[in-house]
Structure formats: structure tokens, C-alpha cells
């Protein structure tokens, strides 16, 4: 069982850049699909980007396609969220997952095998 960090969050005005990155500890890192989430209050979570166990295959949710970069390394077992361009809109708790069952799936359902603990994003006007 794998165990995923966040971290990077913070407050930040509208238009600029946050980096989020997820440390991943007790597991196969190189095997899971991995992706970001996120849950702003009243609203259910979303998927907001993925990335295959290669890196070769992204997935972007189009409220943030061409403002948010997913990356990994699978040396460091880690997973990185770069957001660009922040809205007020983006304010949310962040959440990085894990999937054993592929990107496919990943990307088709929204639901790893397992969570982080979250970390909070607040964009400001």
C-alpha cells in the first residue's frame, strides 16, 4: 500500500503559479497512474489532471488545459502539479491519488485506490 504527501499549497492572487508536488512512500510508484483532484466547498471532487506510470499520456480537465502541467518522477517517487494563471476559481483542496488500475480507468472513473491528505489552495481577487 502506497502512501501519498502533498504539499505547496498556499494563498495566491489571481494570475499567478503554485506548484504541488506529492511524494509517494511504501509502494510500486513506477506501476500507479497517477493524478491530481480537487474539492472546493459544496462541490463534489474532481479530476483535474492525470498521468500514466510512463509520463508519455497526460489528461487535463478543460477548465484547467494550458494552465496546469502534471509531471512525475518516478526516481523520486514523486508527482508534480504545476498551475499557472490561477483564477479564484481554482480555490480548493487539492488531493493526490494513486491508481493500480491503469490511466484508462483512471481517467474514465476519477477514483484511485489511494488518497493523500489533501492540501489547500486559496486564489485571491
Known amino acids: 500500500q502506497v502512501q501519498l504527501v502533498e504539499s505547496g499549497g498556499g494563498l495566491v492572487q489571481a494570475g499567478g503559479s503554485l506548484r504541488l508536488p506529492c511524494a509517494a512512500f511504501?509502494?510500486?510508484?513506477?506501476?500507479?497512474?497517477m493524478g491530481w483532484f480537487r474539492q472546493a466547498p459544496g462541490s463534489e471532487r474532481e479530476l483535474v489532471a492525470a498521468i500514466r506510470w510512463s509520463g508519455r499520456s497526460t489528461y487535463y480537465a478543460e477548465s484547467v488545459k494550458g494552465r496546469f502541467t502534471i509531471s512525475r518522477d518516478n526516481a523520486k517517487n514523486t508527482v508534480s502539479l504545476q498551475m499557472n494563471s490561477l483564477r479564484v476559481e481554482d480555490t480548493a483542496v487539492y488531493y493526490c491519488?494513486?491508481?493500480?488500475?491503469?490511466?484508462?480507468?483512471?481517467?474514465?472513473?476519477?477514483?484511485?485506490?489511494?488518497w493523500g491528505q489533501g492540501t489547500q489552495v486559496t486564489v485571491s481577487s
Open positions: 491519488g494513486a491508481s493500480n488500475k491503469g490511466f484508462e480507468d483512471l481517467r474514465a472513473t476519477g477514483r484511485p485506490d489511494y
Open positions: 511504501g509502494g510500486p510508484f513506477s506501476l500507479y497512474a
